[in-house]
Nanobody, 116 residues
Framework: QVQLVESGGGLVQAGGSLRLSCVVY????????MGWYRQAPGKQRELVAV???????NYADFVKGRFTISGDNARNTVYLQMNSLKPEDTAVYYC??????????WGQGTQVTVSS
């Protein structure tokens, strides 16, 4: 059984930075891609960034130029480096794994709060 564990969230002032980590535990059969999503209070969960096993990354327009997703296969870890944070980036950030079979696994989420 695959489990995702996120860490790195916290409280930061606007303009600051945080790095989120997502460690993958368990037997990994075949990963299609991994990604970070976020959900703010009263809003739907939205895609932030995804990265394929080949290292190709895609970003939501609202984080382009500020956030960077990366992976470390040796550590089974995916990172999200967040720079120039804004109050509107405040949300619970979730890690997601999508397998080639179409199954999806979610982490428990980590809170990011950006003060103005």
């Amino acid at each position: 059984q695959v489990q995702l564990v996120e860490s790195g969230g916290g409280l930061v002032q606007a303009g600051g930075s945080l790095r989120l980590s997502c460690v993958v535990y368990g037997i990994i059969v075949s990963i299609d891609y991994m990604g970070w999503y976020r959900q703010a209070p009263g809003k739907q969960r939205e895609l932030v960034a995804v990265i394929s096993t080949g290292g190709s990354a895609n970003y939501a327009d609202f984080v382009k130029g500020r956030f960077t997703i990366s992976g470390d296969n040796a550590r089974n870890t995916v990172y999200l480096q967040m720079n120039s944070l804004k109050p509107e980036d405040t949300a619970v950030y979730y890690c997601n794994l999508r397998s080639l079979s179409g199954s999806s696994v979610w982490g428990q989420g980590t809170q990011v709060t950006v003060s103005s």
